[in-house]
């Protein structure tokens, strides 16, 4: 949430204009976030007795009772809109079923949406409610990996445009969000996956504890949800739950002073200056991910190139991409695409490339005087260097499927109809 002060002031030809904008939002650990035994998401809605929640197919067929017992223990009505967005979905026409939602359900001013679901739900719906009358509350319920350590820290929306990622958005600050690790037990694999490159992001540029963590435990994290599959040691939870807390506390650490990105050198850009161009670019879309980890991959060996990290360093790096199961090279990760990349970064970045490159490990600078050869060069190198690992530096599960591209046989508008039939049928019964 956020809030203005501002002032007026004349001038000899005219007025001037100063204001300041308070924004104000937090974050609860909570395992159980719908056991009727917490009220703390409940408590949000009392003064309102109703709840518009935009959620994923897939959280609904396995919690939608659950939270449909928990706001009825607490006597709320809960209406949800179920909606199944990856990046093919992740567009102005799914953000728009959205607003209808918002719409039919008859959203008060300062009335919070409930978000449950992914970093692409959390994203697109925050969008919504960041353009459904200007400003509409929202609060984030994240359930995959990368909702919980990457997507939920910043305060960034968006969809895609065409064969740009995240072209069209906000910055729109929830009012809070919950974070149920347990949401990771019935996460598949290659989610917990591909939310595992985040960590890798962070780890490697700002905190070498945690990417010792990681280093240590890899296989187990990913096999064991993180701690939270039936079975996990203590020592594994306890080391899951340390990694969790540090990652999401030094991204925040990073992102606060700088939420609306008006300083463009950002760590936590690590992997995120030729990966946007080579996210979209296969017909089926890369898992976001293993796309970062394609980018983080070659940035290591570009600063082992350079002498900004140790041999021994730059091994460990690309020794647990590879043990994570996460890309390291693909095809089209060529000398074409680091030119188009480039150019693309170059005017996101206000003309400097400004690459997040380990300097050493744990620690981050910034690259703006890289040429076209040295990339060119640092890309035959690291080609050499990944053939030596498991499926040639390939990933496992790297691409979208069904579960996660908004297509395999969802439409919105079907459900979007779907919905206001509920909701007549809801309004008919009361």
Not at 73 to 90: D, V, Y
Request: aromatic share 8%.
């Amino acid at each position: 949430m956020s809030d203005l002060t501002a002032t007026v002031a004349e001038t000899a030809n005219g007025f001037q204009v100063e204001g300041v904008e308070r924004i104000s939002y937090g974050f609860t650990f909570l395992d159980g976030v719908f056991n009727p035994a917490n009220s703390q998401l409940a408590d949000l809605y009392k003064k309102w007795r109703r709840c518009l929640a935009i959620a994923d197919v897939n959280v609904c067929a396995m919690y939608g009772e659950q939270m449909q017992a928990y706001f009825r223990h607490h006597g709320i009505t809960l209406e949800i809109h179920r909606t199944k967005i990856g990046e093919k979905a992740k567009t102005m026409e799914t953000l728009l079923t959205i607003c209808e939602a918002m719409t039919d359900f008859g959203i008060i001013r300062k009335e919070p949406v409930l978000v449950v679901g992914g970093g692409l739900i959390t994203d697109v719906a925050g969008f919504a409610c960041a353009t459904y009358r200007r400003t509409t509350n929202y609060v984030r319920i994240p359930t995959t990996v990368i909702g919980l350590i990457d997507a939920s820290v910043s305060i960034k929306v968006a969809v895609n445009h065409g064969k740009h990622k995240n072209r069209l958005g906000a910055y729109h600050a929830p009012m809070h969000t919950f974070l149920d690790f347990t949401f990771l037990r019935t996460l598949p694999e290659a989610q917990v996956r591909n939310g595992f490159a985040e960590l890798i992001k962070i780890s490697t540029c700002a905190d070498l504890r945690t990417f010792e963590l990681l280093d240590k435990y890899c296989e187990q994290l990913i096999s064991m949800k993180f701690g939270r599959a039936d079975g996990s040691s203590q020592e594994l939870v306890k080391a899951a739950d340390e990694i969790n807390r540090r990652g999401i506390h030094v991204m925040l650490k990073l992102e606060t002073p700088n939420l609306h990105e008006l300083g463009l050198d950002r760590v936590i850009a690590y992997g995120h200056t030729w990966s946007p161009t080579l996210e979209l670019a296969p017909e089926t879309p890369l898992r976001h991910g293993h796309a970062i980890s394609v980018d983080m991959a070659y940035s290591a060996t570009l600063a082992y190139s350079r002498g900004m990290i140790t041999s021994e360093d730059h091994r460990r790096i690309l020794n647990l991409f590879s043990r994570a199961g996460l890309t390291m090279i693909h095809p089209l990760f060529d000398e074409v695409l680091l030119s188009k990349g480039t150019e693309a970064i170059l005017k996101t970045r206000d003309g400097l490339l400004r690459a997040a490159t380990p300097c050493p490990l744990g620690q981050c600078v910034f690259l703006n005087d890289v040429t076209q050869d040295e990339m060119n060069k640092a890309l035959k190198m690291h080609q050499e260097f990944v053939k030596e690992y498991p499926r040639e530096g390939a990933g496992i599960d790297a691409y979208v499927d069904s579960s996660d591209t908004g297509t395999g046989g969802f439409n919105a508008k079907l459900e979007m109809a779907n919905l206001k039939t509920e909701m007549a049928m809801s309004g008919a019964q009361a």
